[in-house]
């Protein structure tokens, strides 16, 4: 098992690396993030090209609203 500074060279994403996709690629990630062993800061906060804080605010709501129709629907069995 490689230590995490020989994970991040091998395998994080780092600018270096997402210079490389192609100009509109864009990064994901759905949090929480290891800033500095999967993925580089900077990347994780270029705005041009970081979707992670949308991803990660958008599925706290997904969860939400799943969580709540499993509270709604076991509240109805429970009545019926």
Request: no cysteine; charged share 30%; glycine share 6%.
């Amino acid at each position: 098992i490689p230590s995490t500074r020989e994970y991040f060279s091998l395998f994080g994403l780092t600018p270096d690396r997402v210079a490389r996709a192609k100009p509109d690629a864009i990064v994901m990630h759905p949090g929480p993030m290891n800033r500095g062993v999967e993925i580089d800061s900077e990347v994780a906060d270029d705005i041009d090209r970081s979707l992670i804080r949308q991803q990660v605010e958008m599925g706290v709501a997904v969860r939400m609203a799943v969580l709540e129709a499993l509270a709604e629907s076991g509240a109805n069995e429970e009545s019926a």
